[in-house]
Protein backbone atom coordinates (compact mmCIF):
# COMPACT_ATOMS: atom_id res chain seq x y z
CA UNK A 1 0.00 0.00 0.00
CA UNK A 2 1.82 3.46 -1.00
CA UNK A 3 1.88 6.15 1.74
CA UNK A 4 -1.14 7.86 -0.53
CA UNK A 5 -3.47 5.09 -0.59
CA UNK A 6 -3.36 4.85 3.70
CA UNK A 7 -6.82 4.77 5.17
CA UNK A 8 -7.76 8.18 6.17
CA UNK A 9 -8.68 8.18 9.90
CA UNK A 10 -9.48 11.26 11.52
CA UNK A 11 -11.29 9.32 14.71
CA UNK A 12 -9.14 8.59 17.27
CA UNK A 13 -8.60 4.62 17.43
CA UNK A 14 -9.43 4.37 21.00
CA UNK A 15 -12.88 6.01 20.39
CA UNK A 16 -13.58 3.52 17.33
CA UNK A 17 -13.98 0.34 19.62
CA UNK A 18 -15.71 -0.79 22.84
CA UNK A 19 -13.87 -2.32 25.20
CA UNK A 20 -13.63 -6.66 25.74
CA UNK A 21 -15.65 -7.33 28.77
CA UNK A 22 -13.15 -8.72 31.54
CA UNK A 23 -14.11 -12.08 32.26
CA UNK A 24 -15.20 -13.63 35.16
CA UNK A 25 -12.64 -14.59 37.72
CA UNK A 26 -11.31 -18.01 37.64
CA UNK A 27 -9.88 -19.92 41.19
CA UNK A 28 -6.34 -19.44 41.87
CA UNK A 29 -4.18 -22.04 43.06
CA UNK A 30 -2.30 -20.85 46.34
CA UNK A 31 1.56 -20.84 45.49
CA UNK A 32 0.80 -21.70 41.30
CA UNK A 33 2.39 -19.27 39.10
CA UNK A 34 0.02 -17.72 36.91
CA UNK A 35 -0.14 -18.45 33.49
CA UNK A 36 -1.98 -17.94 30.27
CA UNK A 37 -4.45 -20.71 28.10
CA UNK A 38 -0.75 -21.70 26.72
CA UNK A 39 1.10 -21.91 29.82
CA UNK A 40 3.09 -18.24 29.01
CA UNK A 41 3.17 -16.59 32.64
CA UNK A 42 2.96 -12.95 33.15
CA UNK A 43 6.90 -11.90 32.94
CA UNK A 44 6.71 -8.14 31.17
CA UNK A 45 4.45 -5.03 31.60
CA UNK A 46 4.63 -2.64 29.18
CA UNK A 47 3.19 0.54 30.13
CA UNK A 48 1.87 3.44 27.59
CA UNK A 49 2.12 6.89 29.61
CA UNK A 50 0.87 9.07 26.66
CA UNK A 51 -0.25 8.62 23.28
CA UNK A 52 1.47 11.45 21.90
CA UNK A 53 4.89 11.94 20.23
CA UNK A 54 6.61 14.62 17.85
CA UNK A 55 7.81 11.87 15.72
CA UNK A 56 5.62 10.93 12.74
CA UNK A 57 8.18 7.70 11.37
CA UNK A 58 5.84 6.00 8.94
CA UNK A 59 5.84 2.65 10.41
CA UNK A 60 4.10 3.67 13.41
CA UNK A 61 2.32 7.50 13.56
CA UNK A 62 2.48 8.31 9.66
CA UNK A 63 1.63 12.20 9.44
CA UNK A 64 -1.25 11.78 6.67
CA UNK A 65 -3.11 9.86 9.91
CA UNK A 66 -1.98 11.71 12.82
CA UNK A 67 -2.00 15.23 11.37
CA UNK A 68 -3.53 18.48 12.90
CA UNK A 69 -6.86 16.72 13.08
CA UNK A 70 -5.88 14.12 15.20
CA UNK A 71 -7.76 13.68 18.54
CA UNK A 72 -5.34 12.46 21.09
CA UNK A 73 -6.95 11.37 24.58
CA UNK A 74 -8.09 14.04 26.96
CA UNK A 75 -5.84 14.70 30.21
CA UNK A 76 -8.98 13.38 32.23
CA UNK A 77 -8.94 9.68 30.19
CA UNK A 78 -4.72 9.69 30.68
CA UNK A 79 -3.94 7.57 33.49
CA UNK A 80 -2.41 9.17 36.36
CA UNK A 81 0.27 8.34 37.89
CA UNK A 82 -1.00 7.08 40.98
CA UNK A 83 -3.12 4.69 38.84
CA UNK A 84 0.08 3.46 37.32
CA UNK A 85 1.80 3.13 40.14
CA UNK A 86 -1.39 0.70 41.51
CA UNK A 87 -1.81 -1.49 38.32
CA UNK A 88 2.12 -1.80 38.59
CA UNK A 89 2.23 -3.18 41.82
CA UNK A 90 -0.91 -5.40 41.47
CA UNK A 91 0.77 -7.10 37.90
CA UNK A 92 4.49 -6.93 40.51
CA UNK A 93 1.94 -9.47 42.67
CA UNK A 94 1.48 -11.35 40.12
CA UNK A 95 4.46 -12.39 39.18
CA UNK A 96 5.55 -9.59 36.46
CA UNK A 97 9.34 -8.75 37.13
CA UNK A 98 10.11 -6.04 34.60
CA UNK A 99 8.33 -3.18 33.82
CA UNK A 100 8.63 -0.78 30.65
CA UNK A 101 7.52 2.91 29.91
CA UNK A 102 6.28 3.51 26.59
CA UNK A 103 4.59 6.02 24.25
CA UNK A 104 3.99 7.53 21.87
CA UNK A 105 6.99 9.17 23.40
CA UNK A 106 7.37 8.67 27.18
CA UNK A 107 9.31 11.99 27.68
CA UNK A 108 7.15 13.81 26.64
CA UNK A 109 4.78 12.93 29.81
CA UNK A 110 5.31 16.19 31.89
CA UNK A 111 6.49 14.69 35.16
CA UNK A 112 7.89 11.34 33.84
CA UNK A 113 11.05 11.22 36.46
CA UNK A 114 8.48 11.99 39.20
CA UNK A 115 6.72 8.52 38.20
CA UNK A 116 9.91 6.86 37.64
CA UNK A 117 10.64 7.53 41.39
CA UNK A 118 7.23 6.44 42.16
CA UNK A 119 7.82 3.61 41.06
CA UNK A 120 10.48 2.81 41.84
CA UNK A 121 9.43 3.58 45.48
CA UNK A 122 6.64 1.47 45.46
CA UNK A 123 8.36 -1.52 43.49
CA UNK A 124 12.50 -1.38 44.57
CA UNK A 125 13.23 -4.77 43.05
CA UNK A 126 11.53 -4.61 39.42
CA UNK A 127 13.58 -4.04 36.38
CA UNK A 128 12.73 -0.84 35.29
CA UNK A 129 13.58 0.40 31.62
CA UNK A 130 12.18 3.13 29.58
CA UNK A 131 11.99 3.33 25.36
CA UNK A 132 12.27 6.60 23.87
CA UNK A 133 13.08 8.15 20.59
CA UNK A 134 15.88 9.96 22.32
CA UNK A 135 14.78 13.49 21.39
CA UNK A 136 14.68 14.52 24.93
CA UNK A 137 16.82 12.07 26.47
CA UNK A 138 20.01 14.27 26.21
CA UNK A 139 18.25 16.65 28.73
CA UNK A 140 16.05 14.16 30.82
CA UNK A 141 18.76 11.13 30.90
CA UNK A 142 20.46 12.22 34.64
CA UNK A 143 17.31 13.18 36.09
CA UNK A 144 15.57 9.49 35.02
CA UNK A 145 19.02 7.99 36.57
CA UNK A 146 18.44 9.35 39.54
CA UNK A 147 15.28 8.77 39.98
CA UNK A 148 15.87 5.03 39.70
CA UNK A 149 15.73 4.07 36.06
CA UNK A 150 17.14 1.14 35.31
CA UNK A 151 18.41 1.17 31.77
CA UNK A 152 16.86 2.67 28.42
CA UNK A 153 16.30 1.47 25.08
CA UNK A 154 16.45 3.99 21.90
CA UNK A 155 14.61 3.80 18.60
CA UNK A 156 16.94 4.49 16.14
CA UNK A 157 16.45 3.84 12.13
CA UNK A 158 19.24 5.19 10.53
CA UNK A 159 22.81 6.75 11.03
CA UNK A 160 22.57 8.56 8.15
CA UNK A 161 20.78 12.27 8.79
CA UNK A 162 18.78 12.24 5.12
CA UNK A 163 17.52 8.73 6.08
CA UNK A 164 16.64 9.36 9.72
CA UNK A 165 14.93 12.86 8.86
CA UNK A 166 13.09 10.97 6.52
CA UNK A 167 11.80 8.29 8.22
CA UNK A 168 10.91 9.91 11.30
CA UNK A 169 8.89 12.87 9.20
CA UNK A 170 9.75 15.31 11.43
CA UNK A 171 12.80 16.70 10.15
CA UNK A 172 14.42 15.33 13.65
CA UNK A 173 18.74 15.53 13.17
CA UNK A 174 19.95 12.04 14.20
CA UNK A 175 23.08 14.25 15.73
CA UNK A 176 21.24 14.91 18.79
CA UNK A 177 19.73 11.51 19.04
CA UNK A 178 23.26 10.42 19.24
CA UNK A 179 24.01 12.85 22.07
CA UNK A 180 20.95 11.72 24.09
CA UNK A 181 22.47 8.21 23.68
CA UNK A 182 26.14 9.21 25.13
CA UNK A 183 23.97 11.55 28.16
CA UNK A 184 22.20 8.17 28.82
CA UNK A 185 25.58 6.14 29.16
CA UNK A 186 27.21 8.54 30.97
CA UNK A 187 24.31 8.91 33.59
CA UNK A 188 24.45 5.28 34.18
CA UNK A 189 21.23 3.80 31.76
CA UNK A 190 23.72 1.07 30.70
CA UNK A 191 23.86 -1.18 28.60
CA UNK A 192 21.87 0.61 26.51
CA UNK A 193 19.79 -1.03 23.40
CA UNK A 194 19.49 0.42 20.05
CA UNK A 195 16.55 -0.44 18.05
CA UNK A 196 16.61 -0.13 14.34
CA UNK A 197 13.34 -1.24 12.42
CA UNK A 198 14.61 -2.29 8.83
CA UNK A 199 12.92 -1.58 6.11
CA UNK A 200 13.60 -2.80 2.61
CA UNK A 201 14.60 -0.45 -0.22
CA UNK A 202 14.40 2.47 2.77
CA UNK A 203 17.22 1.83 5.77
CA UNK A 204 18.50 -2.16 5.26
CA UNK A 205 21.53 -0.61 3.34
CA UNK A 206 22.75 0.51 6.40
CA UNK A 207 22.76 -2.33 8.37
CA UNK A 208 26.35 -3.05 8.62
CA UNK A 209 26.73 0.23 9.21
CA UNK A 210 24.41 0.68 12.46
CA UNK A 211 26.61 -2.56 13.66
CA UNK A 212 29.85 -1.05 13.17
CA UNK A 213 29.12 2.26 15.01
CA UNK A 214 28.26 0.67 18.04
CA UNK A 215 30.36 -2.39 17.77
CA UNK A 216 32.41 -1.86 21.04
CA UNK A 217 30.76 0.44 22.89
CA UNK A 218 28.70 -1.49 24.98
CA UNK A 219 25.11 -0.69 23.34
CA UNK A 220 23.22 -3.39 21.22
CA UNK A 221 21.72 -2.64 18.45
CA UNK A 222 18.24 -5.05 17.78
CA UNK A 223 17.66 -4.83 14.40
CA UNK A 224 13.43 -5.19 13.87
CA UNK A 225 11.83 -6.77 11.13
CA UNK A 226 8.99 -4.44 9.88
CA UNK A 227 5.75 -5.47 11.06
CA UNK A 228 1.88 -5.43 10.48
CA UNK A 229 1.48 -3.23 13.66
CA UNK A 230 -1.84 -1.18 13.73
CA UNK A 231 -3.90 -0.59 10.26
CA UNK A 232 -2.32 2.80 8.89
CA UNK A 233 1.51 1.92 8.40
CA UNK A 234 1.12 0.48 4.79
CA UNK A 235 2.90 -2.63 5.81
CA UNK A 236 3.51 -5.49 2.93
CA UNK A 237 5.15 -8.70 3.52
CA UNK A 238 7.75 -7.34 0.17
CA UNK A 239 8.86 -4.21 2.54
CA UNK A 240 9.84 -6.58 5.31
CA UNK A 241 13.80 -7.78 5.17
CA UNK A 242 14.21 -11.17 7.15
CA UNK A 243 16.14 -11.11 10.43
CA UNK A 244 18.25 -13.96 8.82
CA UNK A 245 19.29 -11.96 5.94
CA UNK A 246 20.48 -8.89 8.70
CA UNK A 247 22.58 -10.97 11.14
CA UNK A 248 23.92 -12.63 7.05
CA UNK A 249 24.78 -9.26 6.68
CA UNK A 250 26.32 -7.98 9.78
CA UNK A 251 28.26 -11.34 10.39
CA UNK A 252 29.79 -11.58 6.58
CA UNK A 253 31.49 -7.91 7.76
CA UNK A 254 31.92 -8.79 11.61
CA UNK A 255 31.91 -12.87 12.33
CA UNK A 256 29.03 -13.48 14.72
CA UNK A 257 27.81 -16.39 16.72
CA UNK A 258 24.30 -16.91 18.39
CA UNK A 259 23.84 -16.56 22.10
CA UNK A 260 21.15 -17.72 24.44
CA UNK A 261 18.15 -15.74 25.68
CA UNK A 262 18.66 -13.97 29.49
CA UNK A 263 15.59 -14.86 30.43
CA UNK A 264 12.48 -17.38 29.07
CA UNK A 265 10.53 -14.84 27.07
CA UNK A 266 13.02 -13.07 25.71
CA UNK A 267 11.95 -11.42 22.29
CA UNK A 268 15.30 -10.80 21.07
CA UNK A 269 17.36 -13.71 19.62
CA UNK A 270 20.81 -12.42 20.42
CA UNK A 271 24.26 -13.03 18.51
CA UNK A 272 28.03 -11.99 20.18
CA UNK A 273 30.48 -11.01 17.58
CA UNK A 274 33.26 -14.05 17.86
CA UNK A 275 36.04 -10.97 18.56
CA UNK A 276 34.31 -10.46 21.75
CA UNK A 277 33.42 -6.80 20.61
CA UNK A 278 29.51 -6.50 22.39
CA UNK A 279 26.29 -8.66 20.71
CA UNK A 280 23.52 -7.46 18.72
CA UNK A 281 19.70 -8.86 18.34
CA UNK A 282 17.09 -9.39 15.96
CA UNK A 283 13.55 -9.34 16.48
CA UNK A 284 11.87 -11.07 14.03
CA UNK A 285 7.86 -11.04 14.78
CA UNK A 286 7.14 -11.48 10.87
CA UNK A 287 9.59 -14.49 9.45
CA UNK A 288 10.29 -16.24 12.94
CA UNK A 289 7.01 -16.09 15.39
CA UNK A 290 7.46 -15.60 19.13
CA UNK A 291 4.02 -16.33 20.33
CA UNK A 292 4.91 -19.31 21.99
CA UNK A 293 7.11 -18.15 24.56
CA UNK A 294 5.48 -14.16 24.49
CA UNK A 295 5.11 -13.01 28.70
CA UNK A 296 4.43 -9.71 27.85
CA UNK A 297 0.98 -7.17 28.80
CA UNK A 298 0.58 -3.92 27.79
CA UNK A 299 -1.48 -1.24 29.84
CA UNK A 300 -2.11 1.47 27.19
CA UNK A 301 -2.24 5.29 27.78
CA UNK A 302 -5.96 4.77 29.17
CA UNK A 303 -5.76 2.25 31.31
CA UNK A 304 -6.54 -0.81 29.03
CA UNK A 305 -5.04 -3.91 29.37
CA UNK A 306 -4.00 -5.65 25.63
CA UNK A 307 -2.40 -9.23 25.92
CA UNK A 308 -1.16 -9.12 22.28
CA UNK A 309 0.88 -6.38 20.06
CA UNK A 310 -1.66 -6.91 17.23
CA UNK A 311 -4.42 -6.97 19.49
CA UNK A 312 -7.79 -5.21 17.93
CA UNK A 313 -9.55 -4.78 21.51
CA UNK A 314 -8.19 -4.55 25.25
CA UNK A 315 -10.08 -4.99 28.29
CA UNK A 316 -10.91 -1.43 30.48
CA UNK A 317 -9.31 -1.70 33.62
CA UNK A 318 -9.66 1.90 33.98
CA UNK A 319 -12.95 1.43 34.83
CA UNK A 320 -12.17 -0.48 38.23
CA UNK A 321 -9.64 1.90 39.12
CA UNK A 322 -12.18 4.74 39.10
CA UNK A 323 -15.28 2.61 40.63
CA UNK A 324 -14.45 2.10 43.68
CA UNK A 325 -13.02 -1.37 43.05
CA UNK A 326 -10.55 -2.75 45.92
CA UNK A 327 -7.16 -4.20 44.73
CA UNK A 328 -8.14 -8.03 45.24
CA UNK A 329 -11.32 -7.56 42.83
CA UNK A 330 -8.78 -5.92 40.43
CA UNK A 331 -5.71 -8.42 40.83
CA UNK A 332 -8.46 -11.07 40.10
CA UNK A 333 -9.90 -9.01 36.91
CA UNK A 334 -6.13 -9.35 35.49
CA UNK A 335 -5.86 -12.66 36.73
CA UNK A 336 -8.92 -14.01 34.46
CA UNK A 337 -8.03 -11.56 31.58
CA UNK A 338 -4.69 -13.70 31.88
CA UNK A 339 -5.41 -16.50 32.29
CA UNK A 340 -8.24 -16.47 29.35
CA UNK A 341 -5.38 -15.22 26.92
CA UNK A 342 -4.26 -17.60 23.93
CA UNK A 343 -3.34 -14.99 21.68
CA UNK A 344 -0.98 -15.95 19.05
CA UNK A 345 -1.26 -13.49 16.14
CA UNK A 346 2.35 -13.86 14.54
CA UNK A 347 2.07 -18.02 13.97
CA UNK A 348 -1.11 -17.61 12.16
CA UNK A 349 -0.65 -14.09 10.22
CA UNK A 350 -2.16 -14.06 6.62
CA UNK A 351 -1.82 -11.35 4.13
CA UNK A 352 -5.76 -10.55 5.67
CA UNK A 353 -5.03 -10.84 8.97
CA UNK A 354 -2.35 -8.40 8.49
CA UNK A 355 -4.91 -5.44 6.91
CA UNK A 356 -7.10 -5.62 9.62
CA UNK A 357 -7.90 -2.92 12.47
CA UNK A 358 -5.82 -3.43 15.49
CA UNK A 359 -4.53 -0.94 17.85
CA UNK A 360 -2.26 1.40 16.54
CA UNK A 361 1.73 0.97 18.71
CA UNK A 362 1.42 4.07 19.55
CA UNK A 363 -1.48 3.84 21.71
CA UNK A 364 0.04 0.71 23.37
CA UNK A 365 3.53 1.08 22.94
CA UNK A 366 5.94 -0.93 21.23
Not at 33 to 60: E, P, Q
Not at 258 to 266: D, H, K, Q, S, T
Not at 294 to 313: E, H, I, K
Amino acid sequence: MSKSARPKTVIPLHEARGALPIPAAKPVIAGAALADARGRGLHDLRISVTDRCNFRCTYCMPKDVFDADYRFLPHAEVLSFEEIVRVARLFRDLGTQKIRLTGGEPLLRKGIERLVAMLREALPDIDLTLTTNGSALKAQAAALRAAGLDRITVSLDSLDDATFRAMNDADFPVAKVLEGIEAAAAAGLAPIKVNMVVKRGVNDHQVVDMARHFRGTGHIVRFIEFMDVGSTNGWRMDDVIASEEVVRRVSAQFPLDPAGANYGGEVAQRWRYRDGSGEIGAISSVTRAFCSTCTRARLSTDGQVYTCLFAQRGYDLKRLLRDGSDDAAIAAAVSAIWQGRDDRYSEIRTAESAKSRKVEMSFIGG
